[in-house]
């Protein structure tokens, strides 16, 4: 069965400094990856997934994540936050041909001056 | 297009009361979910639907139905409320094919608070 684990509740950082949000997954067929944010009060929105291909993936706003199959890991990071990118990231799995999505618990990022 | 809708926003019940919580997509997209967020818990499933007038259950579907008479609309029924269903409600869609991927977009939330 699928699990999604995300190693921090809560991750603390000043603004500019580096993140990694660590995120390890368990499933026994080859799946779809994702990290979705959500801003307070809002709903939950796409900031990227992993599908095929290149193990990098990229969002717009400067977010990065690496698919690591071996160590089942699917970490986000960024070179230099900023306060705009406090918020709550969950990592996500889907098995691939499947639609069910198993969402972790969410990690809290809040960036500090 | 609006993305997904749901309404209310905030809502507060008595134990025992029933409600209907809202949910539209715009998009045309064939599956729809309904999650509940509990802190420091993640999001669980509740139910989804494959297409109009296809339901099943997810993860903790007790206490709720649901029904899917159209693409767009996908209500969430609490019929009898207890303490245990305060949570923050979201209801997303997704367009799946074969070979597509299942890319959820989520609608704002309702927060219900059952006393």
């Known amino acids: 069965a699928q699990s999604v684990t995300q190693l921090d509740s809560q991750v603390p950082v000043f603004e500019e400094a580096p993140v990694e949000l660590r995120c390890n997954y368990s499933?026994?067929?080859?799946?779809?990856l994702f990290w979705y944010v959500q801003y307070p009060n809002q709903g939950l929105q796409l900031l990227l997934k992993?599908?095929?291909?290149?193990?990098l993936v990229e969002s717009i706003n400067g977010f990065e994540a690496e698919f690591n199959k071996s160590q089942t890991s699917f970490h986000l990071r960024k070179p230099s936050v900023h306060i705009s990118d406090t918020a709550e990231y969950f990592c996500?799995?889907?098995?691939?041909?499947?639609?069910?999505?198993?969402f972790g618990a969410g990690t809290r990022l809040f960036v500090k001056a | 297009n609006a993305g997904v809708t749901q309404t209310p926003k905030f809502r507060i019940l008595k134990i025992g009361q029933s409600m209907t919580l809202q949910c539209t997509q715009d998009?045309?997209?064939?599956?729809m979910y309904w999650y509940r967020q509990d802190p420091g818990m993640g999001l669980k499933l509740i139910y989804y639907?494959?297409?109009?007038?296809?339901?099943d259950k997810g993860e903790v579907p007790n206490g709720y139905n649901v029904s899917r008479s159209t693409t767009e609309d996908f209500p969430l029924r609490l019929e009898l409320a207890a303490p245990s269903q305060t949570s923050v409600y979201f209801c997303?869609?997704?367009?799946?094919?074969?070979?597509?991927?299942?890319?959820?977009?989520f609608g704002p939330g309702t927060r219900l608070t059952v006393l």
């Open positions: 997303a869609s997704s367009q799946r094919a074969a070979g597509s991927t299942d890319t959820q977009y």
């Open positions: 998009m045309n997209h064939n599956y």
């Open positions: 992993y599908l095929s291909g290149s193990t």
């Open positions: 996500a799995v889907s098995e691939g041909g499947g639609f069910k999505t198993i």
């Open positions: 499933s026994s067929v080859s799946v779809y």
């Open positions: 639907s494959v297409g109009a007038g296809i339901t």
